[in-house]
Nanobody
C-alpha cells in the first residue's frame, strides 16, 4: 500500500529549528516530486517546498526561502525538511506529498506532523 509517514514535528521557541522527515513506501520513490505543504485550521493548505526526483530542482514558497531546506535520500525513500529560524507564523500541520509532475495536484499525502512555534 502506498504510504507517506511524517515525523519530526514538535514545539519550539521562535528562532529554533526542527527537521521533518517523510518516509515513503509503495511507490517508485525516485520518480516523484516530493514536497511539503502546511495547513492551519480555517485556512487553505499552503505549498512550502518541493524537490524533484533527480534532486536537481527545488522550489520554495517565498516566506521560507533562506530558512528552510528540502532534501531527499532516494536510497532511503525519505525526504527531509530542515527548518531553521522558525517563526510563530510557521505553526501548522505539515504534510508530505508526492506527485509525478508539478502541473498536477498531489494525490499521495501523509497524515501530517504538527509544528508549533511559540514567541
Amino acid at each position: 500500500q502506498v504510504q507517506l509517514v511524517e515525523s519530526g514535528g514538535g514545539s519550539v521557541q521562535a528562532g529554533g529549528s526542527l527537521r521533518l522527515s517523510c518516509a515513503a513506501s509503495g511507490i517508485t520513490f525516485s520518480s516523484y516530486f516530493l514536497g511539503w505543504f502546511r495547513q492551519v485550521p480555517g485556512k487553505e493548505r499552503e505549498f512550502v517546498a518541493e524537490i524533484s526526483g533527480s534532486t536537481i530542482y527545488t522550489y520554495y514558497t517565498d516566506s521560507v526561502k533562506g530558512r528552510f531546506t528540502i532534501s531527499r535520500e532516494n536510497a532511503k525513500n525519505t525526504v527531509y525538511l530542515q527548518m531553521n529560524d522558525l517563526k510563530p507564523e510557521d505553526t501548522a500541520a505539515y504534510y508530505c506529498a508526492a506527485r509525478l509532475t508539478r502541473f498536477v495536484a498531489p494525490k499521495i499525502w501523509g497524515q501530517g506532523t504538527q509544528v508549533t512555534v511559540s514567541s
